[in-house]
Each structure stands twice: as structure tokens, then as C-alpha cells.
């Protein structure tokens, strides 16, 4: 099982989920799954009330609806500024004290706070696809977020059986979105020297660095391995790594191309159709494997 829930929440929450698409209806099913009271908006009802269905939670015409009485409110409409900030306006005018907890992956937690009555209700919980399976989700403080607020999205998402990480600050791509940046600047660096093929890089990643990240984060790797021995390795190679600043050419290109990968059935290799449904059936399989041998924190300082 993903959800490792030892012990109910004492507290029954009343959860609104604003946006029910790839991210918004899998964040329903982690919190109705809890237990608590789930009432899902889209602005196309249908959505809605898919996700409602699939979660066991309700679905509801319209944002007052659906946060009027909440006490936490999850944002996962899609990623435009104007289109968040006007979905937050909505939110404050119909609730006047639940949080705010937004799903954004890129939009600065500051650009949200600053077309908020009141910023010190907002916090980021950022989950990852798909979000009833990946146990990470990180929360970060906006400007204005009192630390108590963040303890307790902490504590909602720990009980909800997820992998809460706390993060001091915002930072762009908070901790996984930047660590998965500088592998993949460094990937495409080594093809675009010739060294390997996309699939080669790709292969030394799931024969060898993932299935040891699985168990093991940088830190303690290095740790087992000895800092002596990792302080010439990084003297050693740190030098010849890929700086690219911006999207390389074997990437911008292809996008313009419009070769998006498993969407179009070519990406850097073709794929067809059903790889990304497949891809999400192992890997439920693999984190329930992992479940089996690892201890997971639930809160870390
Ligand atoms: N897809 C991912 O891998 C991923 C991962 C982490 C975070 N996120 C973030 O989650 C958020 C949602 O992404 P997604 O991938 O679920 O997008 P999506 O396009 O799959 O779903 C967005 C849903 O929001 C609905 N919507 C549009 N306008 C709305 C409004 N005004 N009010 C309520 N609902 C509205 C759409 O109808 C759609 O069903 C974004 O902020 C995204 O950056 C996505």
C-alpha cells in the first residue's frame, strides 16, 4: 500500500479541491482516502465529477460551492498566473479563513501572496504525478506564512500517508524539480558530446542511480561511499559538467518539432500511447515494493 496510514487524523477536515485534472483528482482520492471530507470544483463539471466518483468525494457547480465551509483549501487549477490569481480572489471572497495550499510547480509562491487579500493564508503543497502514488509532497512558506501553517499542511499530508518535506524557502523548482533539472542538463550534455545515447544515459540511470536513489538520497550515498573519496570525485568532474543556461538544442528542437514525447509518439525515441498509464502501473509497483523494506520518515527537520 502507498498510503502508509498507521493512525486517523483526529481531526476530520473539510478539503476542497479546486481543478480536478491530472493532479487535482488524484490530491481527492489522497485525502478522502483519509478520511476526510472532500468536495471537488472544475470549471468543466465533467471532470469533476469523474474525480468526485473516483475518490468517493463530492463534486460541486461552482468555487463557493465547493469552499464555502472548508477548512483547507488545495489549488491544482492549471499553471497560469491570471487564471490562479483569480481563482485565489474567488477563494478569499467566498472563505474567509481556510488555508490556501496551491499545487503550483513554477508560478513564485510571492506572485500568488502579492494579489491576495490576505497572503499569510497561502502555502504551496507540491505533489508529485501521479499524486495518490509518488508519497513526496513539498510545502513551502509564501512571504506571509506563518510557520504554524506549514506544520500543519505537515501534519494533514503526513497523516494522509504522504512523505511531507518542509522547505525553510522558496526557491524555483523547490528541491526534486531542480535536483531532476541538473541530472537532466548533465543527460543531455553527455549526448550532446557523443558520449552516449538517449537510451544508453537512460539505462545507467534505471540499472544503477535509481534503483540505489530508491533506498538512498544523495547525502547518506555519499556518506557510504566516504566523503574523502567524493571530494576528489567532484573536484575531479565537476569541471567538465554541462553549464547550459537555457533549454538545449536537442530539446527546444524537438518540442518545436513537435516530437513531445509519449503525447505525439516520438520523443527522444518513439513511444506510443499507453507508455505514461504504463509507466504509472510500475510504478505503484515499485514504490509498494520499496513500502516493504524501507522505514520512511514522515516528517523530517
Ligand atoms: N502534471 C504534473 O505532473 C504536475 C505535478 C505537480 C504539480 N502540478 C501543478 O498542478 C496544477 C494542475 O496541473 P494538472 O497537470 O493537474 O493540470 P490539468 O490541465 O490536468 O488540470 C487542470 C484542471 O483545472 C481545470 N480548471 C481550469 N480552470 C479552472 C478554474 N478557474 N477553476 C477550477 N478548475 C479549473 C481544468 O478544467 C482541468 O480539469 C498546476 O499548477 C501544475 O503546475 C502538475
Not at 505525439?264 to 515494493?289: E, H, K, V, Y
Amino acid at each position: 500500500m502507498t498510503e502508509r496510514l498507521t493512525e486517523r487524523t483526529a481531526v476530520t477536515e473539510r478539503i476542497a479541491v479546486l481543478g480536478a485534472g491530472v493532479m487535482g483528482a488524484g490530491i481527492a482520492r489522497v485525502f478522502a482516502r483519509a478520511g476526510h471530507e472532500v468536495r471537488v470544483f472544475d470549471v468543466d463539471p465533467a471532470a469533476a465529477t469523474r474525480a468526485a466518483e473516483s475518490a468517493g468525494a463530492s463534486a460541486h457547480d461552482t468555487v463557493e460551492a465547493a469552499v464555502v465551509s472548508a477548512t483547507v483549501v488545495l489549488e491544482a487549477a492549471p499553471e497560469r498566473l491570471e487564471l490562479k490569481l483569480a481563482l485565489l480572489a474567488q477563494i478569499e471572497a467566498a472563505n474567509a479563513d481556510a488555508v490556501i495550499a496551491s499545487n503550483t510547480s513554477s508560478i513564485g509562491a510571492d506572485a500568488l501572496a502579492a494579489g491576495m487579500r490576505d497572503p499569510s493564508r497561502l502555502v504551496i503543497a507540491h505533489f508529485f504525478n501521479p499524486a495518490d502514488t509518488v508519497p513526496l509532497v513539498e510545502v513551502v512558506p509564501g512571504p506571509a506564512t506563518p510557520q504554524a501553517t506549514v506544520d500543519r499542511m505537515v501534519a494533514l499530508l503526513s497523516e494522509a500517508g504522504k512523505v511531507a518535506v518542509p522547505l525553510a524557502q522558496q526557491v524555483p523548482g523547490f528541491i526534486a524539480n531542480r535536483l531532476q533539472a541538473a541530472l537532466y542538463r548533465e543527460a543531455m550534455h553527455l549526448v550532446e558530446l557523443g558520449v552516449a545515447s538517449p537510451a544508453q544515459v537512460d539505462q545507467v540511470v534505471t540499472a544503477g542511480l535509481g534503483p540505489r536513489w530508491a533506498l538512498a538520497g544523495p547525502f547518506e550515498v555519499m556518506d557510504l561511499g566516504g566523503l574523502d573519496v567524493w571530494t576528489s570525485v567532484t573536484d575531479g568532474i565537476f569541471p567538465s559538467l554541462g553549464d547550459a543556461s537555457a533549454a538545449p538544442d536537442m530539446l527546444r528542437e524537438r518540442a518545436d518539432r513537435g516530437e513531445l514525447g509519449a503525447k505525439t509518439g516520438q520523443g527522444f525515441l518513439p513511444r506510443d500511447a499507453d507508455a505514461s498509464a504504463r509507466f504509472a502501473g510500475r510504478l505503484r509497483s515499485l514504490i509498494d515494493a520499496r513500502d516493504g523494506i524501507v522505514e520512511v520518515p514522515s516528517n523530517l527537520e
